[in-house]
């Protein structure tokens, strides 16, 4: 007596269906989830493809309707009053702001990752306080921190409440790294007779790398697109998200589009070269 071996959800007596063919309940569900998909990444690129549109619009006073096409946004960004400074402003800061926490966020992630000292477990759980705090507490208490020891505010209060958000983000990104390397290696550096300093820059420093980078592209972008913290302790600084609020109650200028649309475009950029690089490095390796 041979048993009859059918598919879950058959009918009995039904053809039996070809294997490697999608029922139709198969085909049903891979179709909602496409259309799912896609309705979710158009919702997430309308607003980014309304900025790049309106970037080239003719607009007078505000950049709300569509008045005509226009390459003067794009040759003459800095018409918008202040426009420029404040997004050199945030520049400066990001870069300041990323290249201090990815130092100090990198060297706190190797202590916490390979070196046993007191209060070990306790630095770590402050140093998720950054994150898991609202930025609104965090930008009050370091502006009220600031005003009680008599400090101006401007770019050394922005960058030092910047330092302090992105730190514990550079700390998580790094640490990941860290864990995921071999100590064998590291191990076999100093075999081979290598100084603490030789083998931390020809072996560990090259292994972090990725991830040092990607900590710092994190925190870059943390510190540029910020504004709760930043508004607490500007000052008289203004810096492009500010800029963005303040021109929000008048009408934000077509160029505010056009930066917005050329940071976009160079951070895609960054990752085509990255995934490019990356992809090559591993073709090379493979052929060893």
Same mark, same amino acid.
């Given at each position: 007596?041979?048993?009859?071996?059918?598919?879950?959800?058959?009918?009995?007596?039904?053809?039996?269906?070809?294997?490697?063919?999608?029922?139709?309940?198969?085909?049903?569900?891979?179709?909602?989830?496409?259309?799912?998909?896609?309705?979710?990444?158009?919702?997430?690129?309308?607003?980014?493809?309304?900025?790049?549109?309106?970037?080239?619009?003719?607009?007078?006073?505000?950049?709300?309707?569509?008045?005509?096409?226009?390459?003067?946004?794009?040759?003459?960004?800095?018409?918008?009053?202040?426009?420029?400074?404040?997004?050199?402003?945030? @520049? =400066? $800061?990001?870069? #300041?702001?990323?290249? !201090?926490?990815? *130092?100090?966020? %990198?060297?706190? &992630?190797?202590?916490?990752?390979?070196?046993?000292?007191?209060?070990?477990?306790?630095?770590?759980?402050?140093?998720?306080?950054?994150?898991?705090?609202?930025?609104?507490?965090?930008?009050?208490?370091?502006?009220?921190?600031?005003?009680?020891?008599?400090?101006?505010?401007?770019?050394?209060? @922005? =960058? $030092?409440?910047? #330092?302090?958000?992105? !730190?514990?983000? *550079?700390?998580? %990104?790094?640490? &990941?790294?860290?864990?995921?390397?071999?100590?064998?290696?590291?191990?076999?550096?100093?075999?081979?007779?290598?100084?603490?300093?030789?083998?931390?820059?020809?072996?560990?420093?090259?292994?972090?790398?990725?991830?040092?980078?990607?900590?710092?592209?994190?925190?870059?972008?943390?510190?540029?697109?910020?504004?709760?913290?930043?508004?607490?302790?500007?000052?008289? *600084?203004?810096?492009?998200?500010?800029?963005?609020?303040?021109?929000?109650?008048?009408?934000?200028?077509?160029?505010?589009?056009?930066?917005?649309?050329?940071?976009?475009?160079?951070?895609?950029?960054?990752?085509?070269?990255?995934?490019?690089?990356?992809?090559?490095?591993?073709?090379?390796?493979?052929?060893?």
């Amino acid at each position: 007596m041979t048993a009859m071996m059918t598919e879950p959800g058959a009918v009995p007596g039904a053809a039996p269906v070809p294997p490697g063919r999608p029922t139709p309940r198969r085909r049903f569900k891979g179709l909602g989830l496409g259309v799912y998909a896609f309705l979710a990444l158009a919702f997430l690129l309308i607003p980014i493809v309304y900025t790049f549109v309106f970037s080239f619009n003719d607009a007078i006073k505000n950049n709300i309707a569509w008045r005509g096409f226009t390459l003067r946004n794009w040759t003459n960004v800095c018409d918008a009053a202040g426009i420029c400074d404040a997004f050199m402003a945030s @520049i =400066i $800061i990001g870069i #300041v702001s990323t290249v !201090i926490a990815t *130092v100090l966020g %990198t060297m706190i &992630a190797i202590a916490l990752m390979r070196y046993r000292f007191r209060l070990r477990s306790q630095t770590s759980l402050l140093l998720f306080l950054p994150m898991a705090s609202p930025e609104v507490v965090l930008g009050a208490g370091l502006a009220a921190q600031f005003l009680s020891l008599g400090v101006n505010k401007g770019f050394g209060t @922005i =960058i $030092i409440a910047h #330092v302090m958000f992105c !730190i514990s983000f *550079v700390v998580v %990104t790094v640490k &990941a790294r860290v864990a995921s390397l071999d100590p064998a290696l590291e191990e076999a550096g100093r075999d081979l007779y290598g100084s603490p300093n030789a083998v931390f820059w020809r072996i560990t420093f090259p292994l972090l790398l990725p991830g040092i980078l990607s900590a710092a592209l994190l925190s870059f972008s943390l510190s540029f697109d910020d504004f709760i913290i930043t508004n607490f302790n500007a000052g008289a *600084v203004t810096t492009f998200p500010m800029y963005i609020y303040i021109a929000a109650s008048r009408g934000i200028p077509a160029q505010a589009n056009v930066i917005a649309s050329a940071v976009f475009i160079l951070t895609i950029l960054v990752v085509l070269i990255s995934q490019l690089t990356a992809a090559a490095r591993a073709k090379r390796l493979a052929r060893q």
